[in-house]
């Protein structure tokens, strides 16, 4: 009995001591609620896997969905006299005066995920997605098809939202300025990006009598919604199939369907900054300086598209969220 | 002679929704034939599938009219309804899913034991909703409030996961077709679900209890009828209903979002009681009111959707057509029908005062 009383105190002795000397940058990170969607899991899941006591950080984790609560958060992290805050805001206005704290206070600010209105002079750095190019990137690899008709059923994601304005503008776009690009059909799947809500779409749109050969839906959810809706009604789709179907996210179970040949095309939309995060910081820490940095102070995720005639096993493996 | 009177008497009691469904049919047969052709087509999977709106009518409400059914046993007992159906729906699946993954693999056996467990976990939320309702005599809006606001919530609690996806061939069998039959298989849910309650008011007395408890809990109880014990059991068989609801909805897409899932669904649901010609305060019930209630609001939407109607907007003019259905049912414009028809034929009028306490 002693001797186990002696090893455990032992190991509570030595595991403190460790404790003590594991003093890594302190780092405060504010992120959105992970049952947001797929991405968010997995932006948050990057996120504590990157930023751990091993990698030599001592990192504190705030996941709040409102604007209140994250502000709340930040000025927790300058008073606690953390080095650097992480940032995804769940609105973009609002963060002026907590910033400039910060800057007094001499605590850098990274944001990721999502852009904040204010003076780019606030934050050391952007790390985020291009939306629009996402869109871009999508439209021409459709485009790239050389279709004779393109004849497009739309869903749309949250309106308003950055990931729905950029990825419908390119497509928008591109209807407007081509004879033969035409949106037969749209809805959206609403704030939350509804696969329920794009299969009624999509339905609506067969039973209607319309006529589409592509299907863009702005996330892999509601693209899934509508390939529901077309096995249900006997349409074929994918690569050998009468429809196209294209998705957004990259979640690893749509680009699977990618792989069987019962999609075509899934747009990246990455959730993984963290990555480029812990570089910088790292970089900072070793006395150098961040470079490629725009004019708002961005550093854009590299982003891709998949298409099911190229992609791999070792991509979905690389990619899938 | 009796036999026949009870038989128009209980088509009269229907004669609101059967008039709606009438108008629907004739609008569209006027608008475009072709809305009710039907025909077979192959689908990716190789599989045989009815097509057509009248199919995919049919098949869409199956969770509504499901959910109607038990609704409607809620609405007859306790005289208020549950509107925390689809946030239970939401824990349901998080169960299944949750059993399932336990499981490993999504096979027929797995399939049930996940089923059954999602099943009384349902019903033990309900059981929690009719607690309140029947023991503490709290309004049902208001008790079932609580399991709304934050039943997906607790789905999400159950299983962190935000999207899981189940693609399993057992699982689009139920949620699409069987391999073979070409008819979707949620029709048949609704049909199993109906049969057996049906079953149930054949051979025992619950559906003559429930009217008594709503209609005049006093006077049951008087009688030997055990208020409580009635609610908490209309509660129950709302839970299966959801739970059935529940899986459909998961299979339909192969993945469960405890957010989406089911979502918005209760108000249709009290919808479909309400145009199926059901006191919502109580008392007498119809289960095919309500069912032929959730084909009308489906039937409504299909056909703003085949008129082309944006779907941003198809709520609104919902919400007219429904005004105009609910107020034609209402009790005043019944009793002032039922007048006319008794002054022009001299004895035949419908079930006003259907309910009155």
Known sequence: ?321 | MKRKSKALSSLAELLIPLIALGILILFNLFRDPSFFGIRVAVNNAGNRVLTGNLISIIDSASELAIIAMGMTMVTAACGGQDISVGAVGAISGAVLVKILQAFGAITGPSLIVAFIGACLATILFKLFNGTLVAVFRIQPMIATLILFSCGRSIAYWINGDATPQLASPILSSIGMTIPGIPVPTPIFCVILVGVLLALVFRFTNISLYTQSVGINQGAARLNGINPVAIKLLSFALLGVCVSVASLIGISRLGQLNHKTLLVDIEMDAILAVAIGGNNLGGGKFKLSGSILGAYIIQMLTTTLYAMKVSPVNVKAYKAIVIIVIVVAGSPVVKEKIGALMKRRSGGFHTAAGKGVR
């Not at chain 1, 809500?197 to 509508?226: C, H, L, P, S």
């Open chain 1, 1 to 321: 009995m002693k001797k186990i009383l002696v090893l455990v105190l032992a190991l509570v002795m030595a595991l403190s001591c460790f404790g003590a000397l594991a003093e890594g940058i302190k780092v405060g990170i504010i992120n959105l609620d992970p049952s947001e969607s797929g991405y968010r899991e997995a932006n948050v899941r990057n996120l504590t896997e990157t930023f751990t006591a091993d990698n030599g950080y001592d990192a504190t984790f705030v996941t709040a969905p409102t604007a209140d609560k994250q502000l709340e958060a930040a000025k927790g992290f300058i008073t606690d006299g953390k080095q650097y805050i992480l940032v995804s805001a769940a609105e973009t206005t609002g963060w002026d005066e907590v910033l400039e704290e910060a800057k007094e206070a001499g605590v850098k600010v990274f944001l990721f995920d999502r852009m904040i209105e204010c003076d780019p002079s606030l934050y050391t750095a952007a790390v985020v997605s291009d939306m629009a190019k996402e869109g871009e990137t999508a439209v021409a690899w459709l485009e790239s098809l050389n279709l004779d008709e393109y004849k497009i059923l739309h869903i749309m994601g949250q309106m308003g939202s950055a990931a729905q304005v950029g990825r419908s503008g390119a497509l928008e776009e591109k209807c407007a300025a081509e004879e033969n690009w035409t949106i037969v059909a749209d809805g959206t799947g609403g704030d939350s990006w509804d696969p329920a809500e794009a299969r009624k779409i999509a339905e609506a749109a067969i039973n209607g009598g319309v006529e589409f050969n592509i299907v863009y839906a702005e996330n892999d959810g509601m693209a899934d919604g509508v390939v529901a809706a077309l096995d249900a009604a006997g349409i074929t789709h994918g690569v050998d199939g009468d429809v196209i179907i294209m998705g957004f996210d990259c979640n690893k179970w749509a680009l699977e369907k990618l792989l069987a040949g019962e999609w075509n095309y899934d747009g990246q939309c990455s959730p993984f900054q963290a990555t480029k995060i812990d570089e910088l910081i790292k970089t900072l820490e070793a006395g150098g300086e961040i470079e490629g940095l725009n004019e708002l102070n961005q550093i854009i995720s590299d982003e891709k598209g998949f298409d099911a005639k190229t992609i791999t096993q070792e991509d979905i493996d690389n990619y899938g969220l």
